[in-house]
């Protein structure tokens, strides 16, 4: 079935340090999304990108469409204690439903 | 915005019991969506709204689960004989049918089943 993978499940890092966390789907996606979790909340959106090969940028963070909408990442630059979360993504294959991906959770030691 | 309501934030039952939740969306919004998430995962889809017409429910659901938007605004969420494997949050999320359309999520119903 339809499905969006994301890795790594887990990510520690020190504060200062880039992250990264990535999605797949097997099938071509007609948009995807990237939410953030903070411990004990809900889902907030990031961004949402529709177009192949589309980079966007918040701040220290670079958003990336796979020239073939199959795939898509999530970079943050210089990370800080306040970029603790879960982050997901989610792909949609006709700009309906959302899939989410499991997410990746990020720790920053200070 | 005044941000999605649900209720109740917890809810604690015994097996084989019905369980109701109400999910209030962001007034202008004309989707609505229900998602459930258990601990370490991402939400997963249950059922989605478009003002009040039910366009899809997830094969994965149990017959034993219902959702109904009577006037295309709240939206309820049954779940009849509650079973343990059924304990998690569940999400609504309300959003706008466009193509930039990004979904605004409510803080969640904790489902316990004992």
């Known amino acids: 079935g339809q499905q969006v993978m994301q890795i790594p499940q887990y990510q520690h890092v020190q504060e200062g340090e880039d992250f990264t966390t990535y999605c797949n789907s097997s099938?071509?996606?007609?948009?995807i999304q990237w939410y953030k979790q903070r411990p004990g909340g809900h889902p907030v959106f990031l961004i949402q990108?529709?177009?192949?090969?589309e980079v966007k940028k918040q701040k220290r963070l670079t958003f990336q469409f796979g020239e073939a909408k199959k795939n898509s990442s999530l970079h943050i630059t210089a990370t800080q204690t306040t970029d603790v979360g879960t982050y997901f993504c989610?792909?949609?294959?006709?700009?309906?439903?959302?899939?989410f991906g499991s997410g990746t959770k990020l720790n920053v030691k200070p | 915005d005044t941000g999605v309501s649900q209720n109740p934030r917890h809810k604690i039952t015994k097996r084989g019991q019905n369980v109701t939740f109400r999910c209030d969306p962001i007034?202008?919004?004309?989707?609505l969506y229900w998602y459930r998430q258990t601990l370490g995962q991402g939400p997963e889809f249950l059922t989605y709204?478009?003002?009040?017409?039910?366009?899809?429910k997830s094969r994965l659901l149990s017959d034993r689960f219902s959702a109904e938007r009577p006037k295309g605004s709240f939206s309820t969420l049954e779940i009849q004989r509650t079973e343990q494997g059924d304990s998690a949050m569940y999400l609504c999320?309300?959003?706008?049918?466009?193509?930039?359309?990004?979904?605004?999520f409510g803080s969640g119903t904790q489902l316990s089943v004992l």
């Open positions: 999320a309300s959003g706008r049918t466009t193509t930039n359309e990004k979904l605004f």
């Open positions: 099938t071509t996606l007609s948009n």
């Open positions: 990108l529709v177009k192949s090969g």
């Open positions: 989610a792909g949609a294959y006709n700009f309906n439903k959302f899939y």
């Open positions: 007034s202008e919004h004309n989707r």
């Open positions: 709204f478009q003002n009040e017409a039910q366009l899809e």
